[in-house]
């Protein structure tokens, strides 16, 4: 199975090996995306070294699933497995205990944030749309377009404020998380479809 090798901090190096840290986290740089190619898609391992020297600790991960975070400027690697540690002190647990279980994340509490203006405009199927219009939690998947993927990217870590439209109709969604998985696929959108009903679109930028 191929290896890629990278530098971590000892304290979640800790976190990886008593499994309370499941994602490891890169900036989505082509320096990354580069070494992304070169290992190849998942399952894949990850060689993570506490420190530029190969006489220091160590772990050998699986890593499953590799996805870009668009609004987070991330890449994030899912492990699902510590396949091997290497000079390992089980003291240092002591000194870096298990991170907390991440609480429920409800996205209605976006809605007392100030909501950013519309500039993002996604053409959707009829089906999906009827899916979709009713205010709440959604997560859908669109087909990947380059076009959509410079609008996203270029929005920042803050919630994205999407028109969802088809036809003469549209809806507002507050999207909350937008991945790419690594090595082709889909986007993978969690929004927050937003009250107050459809209304006429007439826009002419629709991305399809």
């Not at 994030?76 to 091997?84: A, H, K």
Request: proline share 9%; charged share 20%.
């Amino acid at each position: 199975m191929n290896t890629m090798t990278a530098n971590i901090q000892r304290e979640w190096l800790a976190r990886i090996i008593d499994r309370s840290k499941t994602i490891e986290y890169r900036d989505a740089s082509d320096y990354w995306f580069n070494r992304l190619d070169r290992v190849g898609p998942p399952p894949f391992h990850l060689r993570l070294i506490n420190g530029m020297r190969p006489d220091l600790p160590e772990a050998t991960v699986l890593v499953d699933k590799v996805e870009t975070d668009l609004l987070l400027g991330v890449l994030r690697f899912s492990i699902t497995e510590v396949v091997s540690t290497l000079r390992w002190d089980a003291k240092w647990h002591e000194k870096y205990p298990p991170l907390p279980a991440d609480l429920p994340f409800d996205p209605n509490t976006l809605l007392d944030q100030k909501l950013p203006s519309t500039s993002v405009v996604i053409e959707v199927s009829p089906s999906l749309f009827a899916a979709l219009r009713a205010p709440g939690e959604h997560q859908f998947n669109f087909p990947l377009d380059e076009k959509l993927v410079a609008q996203l990217s270029g929005q920042g870590p803050d919630p994205v404020l999407l028109k969802l439209s088809t036809s003469f109709t549209s809806v507002e969604a507050l999207a909350y998380e937008i991945s790419i998985p690594s090595f082709g696929g889909p986007f993978s959108f969690s929004v927050l479809t937003l009250p107050g009903g459809d209304e006429a679109s007439n826009t002419g930028c629709a991305v399809a």
